[in-house]
């Protein structure tokens, strides 16, 4: 799932950070801002997003369930199966409340609205 | 395994990175690099650490597989069950060849020194 490098089959995590995030239509919907990853089993869970905003600016974030991003190698990015509509609409939280990526309420909602299976 | 933040089951890959790694006699050995995932499962593999070197200033990193470091509450950093020295013996690369991280014969080198069972 995540991008190639050399023929490696991992990645360190600094690679991850900031690659594109393109959505259905291929056009650019943000970008990885950083990896949740479970404290106990050591999986990544979510890929937190950066999105939207003034001019682009990403001011918003989105957590996304891991298992819907897909590495595109012709795209060079990470690829999810919505628009950017459908991105905007998802459960989101602010550059200024980072904490809520952490938040059950609103990983409840994540999890939801992208109908997959909580790790939880 | 992975550090308390609020009471949260996950952790941002951002808040690991630069965590202090401390050895069997609780004494500071180096410090989080980043992190190796497994491209297909999304498993953290490996954790590399930034540590020796001149005057400390970590100019070598060890990826260590991930199942031998827990996190110490007390101390507020991850903890390996080995001395500094022995660390040292373990297989390295330096800061010029960040690549070495990703390769097989290296890996190999790492695993059987941990004496755990490749996850390739």
Redesign the interface.
């Known amino acids: 799932?995540?991008?190639e490098?050399?023929d490696?089959?991992?990645?360190?995590?600094?690679r991850?950070?900031g690659t594109t995030v393109y959505g259905v239509d291929k056009g650019k919907i943000g970008s990885v801002d950083?990896?949740?990853?479970?404290?106990?089993?050591?999986?990544?869970?979510?890929v937190?997003i950066s999105a939207g905003g003034f001019l682009g600016l990403g001011d918003e974030k989105h957590s996304i369930p891991?298992s819907k991003l897909d590495?595109d190698t012709d795209l060079g990015g990470y690829r999810i199966d919505v628009t950017k509509e459908q991105l905007m609409d998802a459960p989101r939280f602010g550059n200024n409340e980072p904490?809520r990526?952490?938040?059950?309420e609103y990983q409840t909602k994540v999890y939801d609205y992208w109908a997959v299976t909580p790790h939880?």
């Not at 950083?34 to 979510?46: H, Q, S, W, Y």
């Not at 990526?101 to 059950?104: E, G, N, Q, T, V």
């Open positions: 799932m995540l991008q490098q050399t490696s089959t991992v990645i360190g995590s600094d991850v950070d950083k990896l949740l990853i479970d404290k106990r089993g050591g999986n990544v869970t979510d937190v891991w590495y904490d990526a952490y938040d059950r939880w």
